[in-house]
């Protein structure tokens, strides 16, 4: 299936600890991005890459490393976990001429 | 900079009633306007879009919006709802010039009623 897929899908972790997410499309998209929803539904973007470079970043903790090993993949790496990064993440994926996202289905972080 | 306002939090209706979402928009130049919606649990869809040329966009689902550039909206409409449209729907702004970054609003939570 064409998708953008992301896991996993959810997280329950300790403070303090580091965690990936990991993301892929196969949709030949060249843009993708990572998105915080938080508990009152706002979307928030983290970060976007072209083509493996790093063209949005958005005020966010340094704790907070995309990696784009490649254009089908964006992976999001937190460091020192907190209570507060408890979210939502979305990645999306699209394609800059066409404009319009694909979502994944996200990924419910929990930090206790 | 840019800015999407969706005024209604939470909207309630009847099955079977017509739906208005509003959104209202801050962009400079002429920008791309979409819908998405998300179930519970779930990513987010896209309903319809608005790039350029005829200003009522129809999309999945029933769903058509309007985009009217002299009020700044973009507000999703559907003529008869069903119980499966409930839903979070969420309004969003953006531009190739903005590297394709989206600004989304808040959100409308949708309950339907039987």
């Known amino acids: 299936d064409t998708a953008v897929s992301q896991t996993p899908k959810y997280l329950v972790t300790q403070m303090g600890n580091d965690k990936s997410i990991k993301c892929e499309q196969n949709l030949g998209h060249d843009t993708m991005y990572w998105y915080k929803q938080d508990s009152k539904k706002f979307l928030k973007i983290m970060f976007s890459y072209n083509n493996k470079e790093l063209i949005i970043n958005e005020t966010v903790p340094n704790r907070f490393s995309p990696k784009s090993p490649d254009k089908a993949h964006l992976n999001l790496h937190i460091n020192s976990l907190e209570l507060g990064d408890s979210a939502v993440y979305f990645c999306?994926?699209?394609?800059?001429?066409?404009?319009?996202?694909?979502f994944g289905s996200g990924t419910r972080l929990t930090v206790v | 900079a840019q800015s999407v306002t969706q005024p209604d939090i939470h909207i309630t209706v009847s099955e079977g009633a017509s739906l208005e979402l509003r959104c209202n928009y801050s962009?400079?130049?002429?920008?791309?306007l979409f819908w998405y919606v998300q179930s519970p649990g779930q990513g987010l869809q896209l309903l319809l879009k608005y790039f350029s040329g005829d200003t009522l966009v129809q999309g999945i689902k029933g769903f058509e919006a309007e985009f009217k550039r002299s009020q700044s909206s973009f507000n999703l409409r559907k003529p008869s709802v069903h119980w499966s449209d409930a839903a979070e729907y969420f309004c969003a702004v953006g531009a190739r010039d903005t590297g394709n970054q989206f600004y989304f609003g808040t959100g409308t939570s949708l309950t339907v009623i039987p």
């Open positions: 962009y400079g130049a002429t920008p791309y």
């Open positions: 999306a994926s699209s394609q800059v001429r066409n404009g319009g996202y694909t």
